[in-house]
Each structure stands twice: as structure tokens, then as C-alpha cells.
């Protein structure tokens, strides 16, 4: 089990790190959205706040929109 957390974690890190070059790919934009559905918010945090710090930037982007979209109701969830 402690295997799965970190593969998890390497995966969120890898996204992160490629973040600005996968969000508004017609393909890529699906890489960042799955982190939201499947991992935990502890997990995806850091990835949430390069989203929202980049918020302008991204809403303006047909493909990275969906992913800001992903983000806000995955952060918004974690609030309630």
C-alpha cells in the first residue's frame, strides 16, 4: 500500500513538473484531469495551487478551461 502512495505521488510530481506543457494539449489536459479523479486532495494539493496561481493564464485555453474547471470543484469539494 505504501508502494501505490508513492507511485501516486511520483505521478502528481511528473505532472506538476510538466504542467505548463501538458495543460493545453488537446491529449495531455486528460493527464492533469486524472490526477483529480483518482488521487486524494493531500496528493494533488500542490498541483491545485500551480493551477490556481496560473488561473488567468489557463482559462484562456479551450483544453487547459477543462482542467481548471477539474481543479476548482475537486478544490471546492475538499473545502466542504
Given at each position: 500500500?505504501?508502494?501505490?502512495?508513492?507511485y501516486k505521488k511520483l505521478f502528481?510530481?511528473?505532472t506538476l513538473?510538466?504542467?505548463?506543457?501538458i495543460i493545453g494539449d488537446m491529449y495531455g489536459n486528460y493527464v492533469v484531469q486524472f490526477n483529480f479523479e483518482?488521487?486524494?486532495p493531500f496528493l494533488t494539493?500542490?498541483?491545485?495551487d500551480s493551477i490556481l496561481m496560473k488561473l488567468p493564464q489557463y482559462s484562456?485555453?479551450?483544453?487547459s478551461?477543462?482542467?481548471?474547471?477539474?481543479?476548482l470543484n475537486s478544490y471546492w469539494v475538499d473545502l466542504k
Open positions: 500500500l505504501k508502494l501505490v502512495q508513492e502528481v510530481q511528473a513538473f510538466n504542467l505548463d506543457a483518482l488521487f486524494e494539493s500542490a498541483l491545485t484562456l485555453s479551450k483544453y478551461t477543462n482542467v481548471v474547471l477539474k481543479c
